[in-house]
Each structure stands twice: as structure tokens, then as C-alpha cells.
């Protein structure tokens, strides 16, 4: 048996307010190219299907189109709930979806009942464990006095082997959406700690031959059998020029039997440049970048204008922009704190401060100046 282990697809995620969906379904039908390639039996994703509860139109269909390609190219599909997936809705016809190879495991008091996968050694059970929220688990599982995510996975975990148990000579996969002990985080996963409690040891996953993981954006090995594919594409610039990737995982007679990263592509890869803008337009060495997605940090000691107009000639992918030129102004206070007890000429100033992060000079003051004294005129003649 071989499976395709994914996770964390986000489809609707966007970079800086940049739609990502082309970029997305142009990785995911790489997945798709693989399964006929490596001769996939299955292809697994370990939560997080979507990045929000109520998915966009188009992102549906980008996960319609995708989990067709997939079947078209000859594998089964078995998918889970990450935290920011709404279980009910992406569970909805997850009856009829299993008839056609599309397996949805979104049910938390039916995470026990596998999806009985078959090779020439026997059953492959494959538990899909949905998100847990403790507050909300700890009721659907019937143990109100569970508060924490190892608690909760504990639980899963046991009603798991109890029921492999019941399975004589089964070889067993569980996908699970979790923060386990020794991984890795990125800057692009949303915090799942409830309570300061968020972490989860490794030793809950004991007794199965593999475990699937999703949450951490990139690909790392916590045991032989226990891992994370990471996301197929990076999220945020913290993840700029990391290898993105899927696991094909190998089952013989015994349980596993090995494992392999298969690379996945960049439709478009993330550069962090800085420098003066001046110098950015017109490095030569850059123009290898020029339709990569840029997050630009500019020195210039004034803030140009309209820098990200002018990035974007060049650079027409450019997402974010940072100015940290000596002129900046870096100040804790808030913006009425930093008012408070000024005059209406002190706001004035403040207020181009602010806007440039460059004080206003002395002709630009005096002007400021004439212009108060003139409303001030006009209010005393009303």
C-alpha cells in the first residue's frame, strides 16, 4: 500500500490581501500528477482543507476540481477538519462523497470507525481524527473533565487501538491535526492554545504504524512513523525559500515499510529584498526575481513616495513594504497618546510626522501656521 501524505492545503489564503488560488491549484494538481507517477493508492490530508469556516465559491470549486483530478489519476482520497475548517460544513455529503473514493472524517464520535483500505497483505484501517477543540470535544467524546489537547487526543487515541485491537493483523494510519511535542512552528499557523495548553507528546500516537500529521507549515520528522508533510505552498514570508513537499509513505505485510519526500513545486516563489528603492529598480542581479512574490524592506533615510507604485514596475508581484530608513520613527505610544496636550500647530506637525515619518520643515511649518490662523479667523467672524 502507498500513500500520498498531505496537510494543510488553506485553499481561499491569501498573501498580504494577494489571492492565491491559480498558485494553489496549480500545486494541489501537481499532487495529482504524482499519484500517477509513484502509483498512489491513497492521498491523505491531515486537516485544514480550507483557511476559513465559510470557504469562498471559488475556493470550493478549487478543492472540487482538485479532488477530481486526484480520483481521475487513480487514488483514494481521505481528508480531515483542521482548526480552521468548519467540520459540519466540509463533512456535508461526506456519504456520497465515500461512494466515489472521497473519504470525509468529520465526525468526532465516529473517529474510531476507519476507512478500510485493502492491498495484497490484507486491511489498512485509516483513522481521521478531526480538529479537537478540547471545550468542544471533551462533551462529544463524554469526558467533561478534559481540558487539554493531549487529553482529548488521549481519548481519540485510546477509542483508536480499542478498536484496532479488534483488527487482527491490520496495518493502521491516523491523521491528526495537532501541535505534538518536538515539532517545528512557522509564522503562518494559527495558535491553537487553549489555556496555555496547546502541546501534545509524541507517546499519545503509540500502537499504530503511521501518523499523519497536519498544523506545522513545513515538512519535518519527529519519529520514523510519526510526521508532518507541511503546507504545499509557503504561507508568509518567514517561509520564503523553504522546500515544500508530501510524503510517500511505503506499507508492506508488517506495517511500515519506508518512507520518502517528493518535492513539490513553487508557482511562485517568495523574495525578501532590501535595500534603497532607488537601488532595488536598478540591480541587474534582480531581474531573476522579478515575478517572484516580494515583501520589500526600504533604507532610503526619507520614505519615497509612493514606494509600492514604484516597486511594482519593476517587481509587479510586490505584496508588502516596510520602511526602515534612519528617518523612521519608531514610537510604543499610540497616535492619541502621542497628541495628547498639543496644540492645534503641535497636531498639525504630528500629524505630517506621522503620515511621512519626516517632520515638516520650516516653510511647510510656517504654512501649516497661516493656514490655522485662517480658520481660526473664520470661526470668530461666524
Known sequence: MRLLHTSDWHIGRSLHGTDLLAEQEAVLGRLADVVRAEQVDAVVVA???????????????????????????????????????????????????????????AVTPQLDEPVLLADAHGEVAVYGLPYLEPEVARHELGLPEARSHEAVLAAAMDRVRTDLFLRPGARSVVLAHAFVGGGVASDSERDICVGGVDLVPASVFDGVDYVALGHLHRPQTLTPRIRYSGSPLAYSFGE????????????????????????????????????????????????AVEEHFVSAQLTDAVRPADPMRQLQGRFRHSVHLEWVGSGAVADGRSYTERLSGRGDLEVAEEFVSHVRQVAPARGERDLLARALAAVAREEAAQ
Request: no cysteine; aromatic share 2%; glycine share 10%.
Open 47 to 105: 486537516g485544514d482543507v480550507y483557511d476559513r469556516a465559510v470557504p469562498s465559491a471559488d475556493a470550493t470549486a478549487v478543492l472540487d476540481r482538485a479532488l477530481t483530478r486526484l480520483r481521475a489519476a487513480g487514488a483514494q482520497v481521505v481528508l480531515t477538519p483542521g482548526n480552521h475548517d468548519s467540520a459540519r460544513r466540509l463533512g456535508f455529503a461526506s456519504g456520497l462523497l465515500a461512494a466515489s473514493g472521497v473519504h470525509v472524517r
Open 240 to 287: 520564503a525559500g523553504q522546500d515544500k513537499q508530501a510524503w510517500l509513505v511505503d506499507l508492506d505485510a508488517r506495517g511500515l515499510a519506508g518512507v520518502r519526500p517528493v518535492p513539490l513545486p513553487a508557482p511562485r516563489q517568495l523574495t525578501l529584498l532590501r535595500g534603497e528603492l532607488a537601488e532595488l529598480l536598478a540591480d541587474p542581479e534582480l531581474a
